[in-house]
């Protein structure tokens, strides 16, 4: 099905269509048109065509009336102040346009075709290290993104960038060389914990030898040297680490309900046969330059504490490749072999300098130019409640698996809470613990501006009350629970009925549905989109509170149009959190 002309579109030309019209010389105008609290929208662009045509506003204000033709949109115009427009939409027109975004499986969203390839680059854990609540917000941030650019008709190619290279691979791979047991399980027991269990067992190990044993220090150095020749050997035993944390990895991001395919890792180790090429590259084109036996890039408004320019390292002096060359040969690979148009990191803020350097290196290099874009959809720290870095009482980092174990847990106390009431078997309260826990973090991630630091906090997150995933969930789950009251009467839609305020502000809302994901889809603001759904949640429980559906019973046709707008609600609500990666259960 075709998408669906919003309101707001369809009165944003007719105005636009009222303000050509009346002021011919000005061409295509822009209305400004925005929501307001005294009309269901208010235009404002008629001041300043007025300052430019030097005319009254007011007096242009009726003029763009009078251009304005009949129309079975628009109920009320009024002019308000210096020349502004308010605007109300008429009930029917309201009702007719949900009906069309309901008779669409995608609620009327547009779905662009040809719209482009985003590599998206996100969840980047490193190999043989425990993922901490420093991982969380690439992967949830990134996992939306995906989702909702999916939607709106973008081919996504997915990349998770692990650290799976670097020199503590020789003291890793020595020690296993010399203690082959060390990653072996009781039983042949594979899981996440156990995998994890090994690979720090081995870490710790390894780094006591390392620091101790000058010889093991010697040769884990050298063992460096084989690994980047690219020995047999020891290539097969750092596979080894590889395959053993990606067991890790997955089990959490299972956890954390993501899915991770295997063609979609692609680490830093995955670009080593393109970084000699990628230097000699930057060094002929003149972009890189030799700078004390390093290859360098050189920025103007990249200066030091001594005023001098930083450069960008490519190269070493010691012909050791930095994380630019690995980086910059990623954007070579993902440019030219995956046909990116664009190219998306969600990575730390604290990078930003380092990924603004290397994409202008791109730009120079020609990789990057009008067709091809790189953008760092950078993100803030979490904090615990004190307002500090998130750490433990023994001032550890915190372990993401125990975080998720813990908001679960939490979670299924509050959902046990309410389960007699609803009638919840163990098993159901158990697997709604665990929509309900993931979703929780899930949610206060993706609800603070991801440039923003955020604080953790678990009593906030599964707090029924407030902008929270659970107030979400359970807006959606009363919804549900309302068609097993309504006995024989279904959702059906009866345009001629007058709507009360309520109904209206609900129903306006649903209509911003597709333009707020177009908007979240081009700014990169998933923020955004979970400030829309809280919104519909609470004007869908002021519309409850003040619509009667079921009891006391109003009309056959108002229960039917009131049916309506709740299934259409819960569909909104439902879809939008499934774009989040927020389960909503049916009974809570």
Same mark, same amino acid.
């Given at each position: 099905m075709a998408s669906v002309t919003s309101l707001?579109?369809?009165?944003?030309?007719?105005?636009?269509?009222? /303000?050509?019209?009346?002021?011919? +010389? @000005?061409?295509?105008?822009?209305?400004?048109?925005?929501?307001?609290?005294?009309?269901?929208?208010q235009a404002n662009g008629i001041l300043a065509l007025a300052k430019k045509a030097k005319a009254n506003p007011r007096e242009l204000a009726a003029t $763009?009336?009078? @251009?304005?033709?009949?129309?079975?949109?628009?109920?009320?115009? +009024?002019?308000?102040?210096? *020349?502004? /427009?308010?605007?109300?939409?008429?009930?029917?027109?309201?009702?007719?346009?949900?009906? @069309?975004?309901?008779?669409? =499986?995608?609620?009327?969203?547009?779905?662009?075709?040809?719209?482009?390839?985003?590599?998206?680059?996100?969840?980047?854990?490193?190999?043989?290290?425990?993922?901490?609540?420093?991982?969380?917000?690439?992967?949830?941030?990134?996992?939306?993104?995906?989702?909702?650019?999916?939607?709106?008709?973008?081919?996504? $190619?997915?990349?998770?960038?692990?650290?799976? #290279?670097?020199?503590?691979? *020789?003291?890793?791979?020595?020690?296993?060389?010399?203690?082959?047991?060390?990653l072996d399980h009781e039983g042949g027991k594979q899981d996440?914990?156990?995998?994890?269990?090994?690979?720090?067992r081995l870490y710790k190990a390894s780094r006591a030898l390392f620091d101790s044993d000058e010889e093991f220090k010697a040769r884990s150095r050298d063992r460096v040297?084989?690994?980047?020749?690219? =020995?047999?050997?020891?290539?097969?035993? #750092?596979?080894?680490?590889?395959?053993?944390?990606?067991?890790?990895?997955?089990?959490?991001?299972?956890?954390?309900?993501?899915?991770?395919?295997?063609?979609? $890792?692609v680490g830093e180790s995955g670009y080593n046969d393109m970084l000699e090429e990628t230097c000699r590259i930057l060094e002929e084109s003149g972009v890189a330059v030799r700078s004390e036996g390093a290859l360098c890039v050189f920025f103007d408004d990249v200066l030091g504490p001594d005023g001098n320019k930083v450069p960008l390292i490519v190269k070493k002096s010691n012909g050791g490749y930095g994380y630019a060359a690995t980086d910059l040969s990623a954007i070579r690979d993902r440019v030219q072999n995956l046909k990116a148009s664009t190219l998306l990191y969600v990575v730390d803020a604290r990078q930003s300098l380092h990924f603004k350097m290397v994409f202008e290196t791109a730009r120079r290099a020609g990789w990057l130019n009008e067709d091809v874009k790189a953008h760092q959809l950078a993100f803030g720290t979490v904090l615990g409640k004190d307002g500090k870095p998130f750490k433990t009482r023994e001032g550890e980092t915190v372990?993401?698996?125990?975080?998720? =174990?813990?908001?679960?847990?939490?979670?299924?106390?509050?959902v046990r809470e309410k389960a007699e009431k609803?009638?919840?078997?163990? +098993?159901?309260?158990?697997?709604?613990?665990?929509?309900?826990?993931?979703?929780a973090v899930k949610y206060a991630d993706l609800s603070t501006s991801a440039v923003?630091?955020?604080?953790?906090?678990?009593?906030?997150? $599964?707090?029924?009350? *407030?902008?929270?995933?659970?107030?979400?969930?359970?807006?959606?789950?009363?919804?549900?629970?309302?068609?097993?009251?309504? *006995?024989?009467r279904r959702p059906l839609v009866h345009p001629e009925l007058e709507l009360a305020p309520a109904e209206r502000a609900l129903g306006l809302h649903l209509d911003q549905f597709g333009e707020t994901l177009a908007e979240v889809a081009s700014s990169y603001e998933p923020h955004k989109l979970a400030a829309y759904l809280y919104q519909l949640a609470s004007l869908y429980t002021t519309f409850y509170d003040q619509c009667p559906v079921v009891k006391p019973a109003p009309a056959p046709e108002v229960a039917e149009n009131r049916l309506f707008l709740c299934d259409l609600t819960a569909r909104t609500l439902h879809q939008g959190m499934a774009l989040l990666g927020i389960r909503t259960p049916e009974r809570l």
């Open positions: 707001t579109a369809s009165v944003h030309q007719r105005l636009a269509d009222a /303000l050509s019209a009346a002021l011919p +010389e @000005a061409g295509a105008a822009d209305p400004l048109l925005r929501r307001s609290d005294r009309a269901d929208f $763009v009336l009078d @251009a304005l033709p009949a129309n079975d949109v628009i109920k009320d115009v +009024e002019v308000s102040g210096p *020349g502004f /427009l308010n605007i109300t939409i008429a009930d029917k027109a309201i009702v007719e346009t949900l009906a @069309a975004r309901a008779a669409d =499986d995608r609620l009327g969203v547009p779905f662009q075709q040809d719209a482009g390839t985003t590599v998206i680059d996100y969840a980047q854990p490193n190999v043989a290290k425990e993922m901490h609540v420093g991982h969380l917000r690439s992967a949830v941030i990134g996992a939306a993104m995906v989702e909702i650019l999916e939607f709106t008709g973008e081919k996504v $190619v997915r990349r998770h960038h692990i650290g799976d #290279w670097g020199t503590q691979f *020789g003291m890793l791979i020595q020690y296993l060389l010399e203690h082959p047991h060390e996440g914990e156990a995998a994890m269990s090994s690979l720090n040297v084989a690994l980047q020749a690219g =020995d047999a050997e020891t290539i097969a035993l #750092w596979q080894r680490f590889v395959d053993e944390s990606k067991i890790y990895f997955y089990s959490v991001f299972n956890k954390l309900d993501m899915q991770i395919d295997d063609p979609d $890792v372990r993401l698996v125990d975080l998720l =174990d813990e908001a679960i847990d939490r979670a299924t106390s509050v609803v009638g919840l078997a163990e +098993e159901e309260i158990v697997e709604n613990g665990v929509h309900v826990g993931i979703g923003r630091d955020y604080k953790f906090d678990l009593d906030q997150m $599964v707090s029924l009350n *407030g902008d929270t995933s659970v107030y979400l969930q359970y807006a959606y789950a009363r919804i549900r629970s309302i068609f097993g009251k309504a *006995g024989d």
